[in-house]
């Protein structure tokens, strides 16, 4: 058993339904408050043998005492290059786990001779990276901010690219969709252990991770496993059953094997992921197709758990109960375009428009409702463009969507210190209060403002434990946004420059 300091454990224990957990407190040697990390608990069994093309099987208990000290195995494999977000890969075939951040562990040592404890809200944080990379190892995922605040934190992993989303003849669909319900539902069962209330759960991502809370808000089976939403520059993949078999069918023949878990079962995951990579490169001949039809890897329209286009399933009223936020940032990927900036110059306004999908009869409308940006040049105005077809539009679509459900929409508008806009990933270390961390600056610059994370976090935080994050409600007669600046502000129609492509 753990050493006693000061009446506590060094290594804070907990018993979970498979078994007991050790973690590790930190925080108070460096002059902050106190938590408890448990470390790449595993919710199922190793996703290999046969297993693999699975869908996730729940982790059999075990004996003795897991010392959740480190980081789990990711699906994420290798060196991701240059990402916005640090997300390191992490060895190993254990990769299905959780990372449970919390104030107040129920200690295994006291808990029999304890008074009850009031269980805190739980925010529940799915990681992006275009469902093919990305992992729940990030150092901004640390939940340490939220503990501060009174809000338990886990961080989930799942199967990433064709092992999580490729459809095969004899695998169950959607596997990793299946790995986010089995890790919400290990959270129902053993979240009380870490002093989270399984009754206040509010599901939370960013990118693809954005796009798979809404995924979960917009399904039937996944209704009883959260209480909330919010959705950080969603990016929902809704990837039509024909078209997941296609490429499903594709891969297995560029890879010369039968479209089964046979099949690719003999190939090592290498020689599938670098299939992957070259029928999923990114060329700019393809660039219509992905902003109208998204990437061929992400959760599909498969009948069982997505039973129509996430859309059409907020529109019939499906999570109307759970309140929602959503936004994103105001260029998201205008930095893609940065490079392309000398040869756009020569691009006619027109023709540049009409190659990003933009119908010629709202040119002129998007133009005048954007001429700040196009001021900056072609590259931004493209830039913008993407943004609002991939992102932007969506916020509008789906508040739409909801009708009179609880809905609020933001803005995060505050331009970078290194890029001079508001780009893609920049707004996740505000929302978790994580400016200190590493690897900011080459996103925000030098000397990011605080009390801009001060206002994002504590938006985040009063909507984990109200249900409201402290601006008006978006209806559908007076479309109310929270705008995050220096200072941030509440604008009615705050995304009217959006609305000539609509």
Known sequence: MSDQVHGETTHPLVRTAAGLVQGRWRGADAGKARSAAFLG????????GELRFGAPVPKSPWEGVFDAAEFGATAQRGDPGVTLIPEPSVEGESTLNVNVFTPFPVLQE?????????????????????????????????GRAFNRDGVVTVSISYRLGFDGFGWLEDAPSNRGVRDWLLALEWVQRNIAAFGGDPSR????????????????????????LFHGVYAISGALADVTADRSEAFGRKLAAELGVAPTREGLGVLSEAQILDAQKRLTAFNAADMTEIIEHGLPLGPSVDGDLLLRPTRESLRAGVGADKPLVLGATDDEFS?????????????????????????KAARRAYLAANTDVAAKGKARLAGRVLTDRMFRIAVLHIAADRGEAPTWVYRFAWPSGHFGFAEHCLDVP????????????????????????????????????????????????GGVARVFDTPSSDLRDAYASVRPLL
Not at 41 to 48: C, L, Q, R, Y
Request: aromatic share 8%; with cysteine; hydrophobic share 50%.
């Open 430 to 477: 505000f929302f978790f209060d994580c400016l200190d961390g590493p690897a900011i600056e080459p996103l925000a610059g030098v000397n990011p403002p605080q009390q801009l994370a001060d206002e994002v976090h504590g938006a985040a935080v009063s909507f984990i434990a109200t249900g409201d994050p402290g601006w008006p409600q978006h209806t559908q007669t």
């Open 110 to 142: 006291v808990a029999a001779a304890a008074e009850p404890q009031e269980l805190l809200p739980v925010l529940v944080w799915i990681h992006g990276g275009g469902y093919f990379a990305g992992s729940p190892a990030s150092p901004w995922y640390d």
């Open 335 to 359: 930095m893609a375009m940065a490079d392309a900036a000398k040869m756009l110059r020569w691009v006619p306004t027109g023709l540049l428009l009409g190659k990003l999908g933009v119908p």
């Open 201 to 224: 759960v509010t599901i939370a991502g960013q990118s693809a991770g954005g796009g798979a809370v809404m995924t979960l808000l917009g399904m039937e089976r996944a209704q009883h």
């Open 41 to 48: 608990i595993p919710f199922a069994e190793a996703p290999i």
